[in-house]
């Protein structure tokens, strides 16, 4: 029986840290990098594990940079977007994770994600301001929140 129980309990260990290293229901769309400017859009991810739960988002991008390059004063943003009517926390060198509590906006049900971001540097490519869209385009990511 002690044998019985310890494998039981080894099986509910493994199921236990799967299941928190690997989010149920994730969205995931990958980016190609050809934006110019360390803000280059990589990878959006997200994941909400019920219909009335918050979302979870990490964003990476392709070159690493400072945190104080979002600084409140400065012109440079990563900006999610959010279509709450689509039909059909710490900031590291390439990585933006945040939470978005439920009600608006994001609402009960599926909700459809995009980020875009805008880079101005003093000199060279990005004097203008690089932009750059994830996914690309007029694109939505759909998020399927989890049982």
């Known amino acids: 029986m002690y044998t019985r129980l310890r494998g039981s309990l080894t099986v509910f260990t493994v199921l236990v840290i799967a299941a928190t290293a690997f989010p149920a229901r994730a969205a995931v769309v990958v980016d190609e990098d050809h934006a110019k400017g360390p803000l280059d859009l990589k990878r959006l991810a997200a994941t909400k594990h019920s ?18 390059l979002l600084h409140v004063d400065g012109p440079d943003r990563i900006y999610v977007s959010f279509n709450p009517d689509r039909e059909g926390d710490a900031t590291t060198g390439h990585l933006v994770r945040l939470t978005v509590p439920r009600g608006l906006p994001n609402p009960d049900g ?23 869209r994830i996914p690309d385009d007029d694109g939505w990511l759909k998020l399927t929140p989890g049982r």
């Open 51 to 68: 219909a009335g739960g918050p979302i979870h988002i990490s964003l990476v991008t392709c070159g690493t940079w400072e945190a104080a």
């Open 110 to 132: 599926h909700p459809w994600l995009a980020a875009r971001e805008g880079y101005t540097s003093v000199g060279g490519d990005c004097a203008d301001t690089c932009r750059d």
